[in-house]
């Protein structure tokens, strides 16, 4: 006899209530690992949350609410570990009779959707020294960049050369 290996879904909902009285209240939450490889630099810290209201619309069910939770990246200057919250609102529809309102895959989405750029530890971030890289919003080295240095230019913010 072979064992069932399918994972739970963690956000299927069944309809019987929406048929019934015409809207239902929903909330749930799934551990980070049911989500793992959605973001694609950090990670998710804690439970995702989902909360919401599915809604008849005619044959469709339709939800209106949002999914949040937290998680964890490293600066994008510095590289220190920065935690924060998220939550992104989102809506799905799906036919009325047709079984369960899964919204896994569209919390999914909403997660990578919602993943910043870029992130950093405090808007004016030092970064890291050139020289020695050490932390320099925790520490002064004493290291002083020069403009000519080619370890300290950032290509994409030096001038452009003239033609000639």
């Known amino acids: 006899m072979m064992k069932d290996e399918t994972e739970p879904v963690p956000f299927r909902f069944a309809l019987t209530d929406v048929k019934e009285y015409g809207e239902m209240d929903v909330a749930a939450q799934a551990p980070a690992e049911a989500f793992a490889g ?4 950090g990670s998710l810290a804690g439970p995702v ?7 008849r619309a005619d044959d469709d069910a339709v939800f209106t609410g949002s999914v949040s939770g937290r998680w964890r990246f490293e600066c994008s200057r510095c590289l220190a570990p920065v935690d924060g919250e998220w939550s992104e609102t989102f809506e799905a529809t799906a036919s009325i009779d047709g079984g369960p309102m899964d919204l896994t895959d569209e919390a999914r989405q909403s997660i990578g959707l ?3 750029m870029k992130v950093f530890c405090k808007p ?6 050139p020289t020695c890289r050490m932390n320099l919003n925790t520490t002064n080295c004493g290291h002083t960049p ?3 240095a080619p370890d300290t230019v950032r290509p994409r913010l030096t001038q452009r050369r ?3």
């Open 162 to 164: 003239k033609k000639g």
């Open 146 to 148: 020069t403009v000519d």
């Open 114 to 116: 919602a993943q910043p």
């Open 124 to 129: 004016d971030c030092k970064g890291l020294c």
């Open 38 to 41: 959605v973001l694609s630099e």
């Open 49 to 55: 949350a989902l909360r919401g209201v599915i809604r």
